[in-house]
């Protein structure tokens, strides 16, 4: 489970750089500050279901599109490991 975990947080911030979007702005956008951010998105802190939306929608992501992306790399990293 926690496997999974990560690869949501990397993918998270895989969304955020391709955006061009920083950790300071998604914190504004949180009320948080930048390092609150940033223990989130390193998974020292959880994040919430709430909070997972507000970036997504920040994002201009959709929970769908996010998903079914996060499906494709699990489903390629299964491939690799059995390779």
């Known amino acids: 489970m926690e496997k999974d975990y990560q690869k949501i ?5 895989k969304k955020r750089k391709e955006k061009g979007v920083t950790q300071y702005d998604i914190s504004q ?6 390092s ?6 390193k ?4 994040l919430d279901i ?4 507000v970036i997504l929608n920040f ?3 959709s929970p769908k599109d996010f998903f079914q992306e996060l499906e494709e790399t699990l489903a390629l990293d299964i491939y690799k490991n059995n390779l």
């Open 50 to 53: 709430m909070r997972f939306i």
């Open 43 to 46: 998974g020292t802190t959880r």
């Open 9 to 13: 947080l990397q993918l998270l911030a």
């Open 29 to 34: 956008k949180l009320g948080l500050t930048e």
């Open 59 to 61: 994002l201009d992501v």
């Open 36 to 41: 609150g951010y940033f223990k989130i998105e």
